[in-house]
């Protein structure tokens, strides 16, 4: 077999988004530090919306104030702290699970 010297990142990113989507939010900051395609991939919403509940929609729209992200990994991070949610009586927060750095 021909090896052709090509490397995991040269697959398209979407490939190597649908993989680090495979992993956790500690390990998809880790592995945006391998590479600018790893990077590209591992800041994705498709990535991220794999580390957000099913039913954030309906989460956020209970939120007592408006939660305003311009991404999903910002909205995964500004979720880690708690947000009041149906009129105050009760409180909303994702947990980091270890993660050590932001990218």
Do not use: Y
């Not at 580390?51 to 104030?65: G, K, N, T």
Request: charged residues 25%; proline residues 5%.
């Amino acid at each position: 077999m021909e090896v052709s010297g090509r490397g995991f990142q040269d697959l398209p990113e979407g490939c190597i988004a649908h993989v680090i989507s495979l992993t956790s939010p500690r390990d998809s900051c880790r592995s945006a530090g391998t590479s600018t395609a790893f990077r590209a991939a591992a800041e994705s919403d498709t990535v991220w919306d794999r580390f957000l509940p099913s039913d954030i929609c309906s989460v956020l729209s209970r939120a007592v104030e408006p939660v305003e992200c311009s991404s999903r990994r910002e909205l995964f991070f500004r979720l880690c702290d708690p947000i009041l949610i149906d009129g105050g009586r009760m409180k909303f927060q994702m947990m980091k699970q270890a993660i050590i750095s932001s990218i």
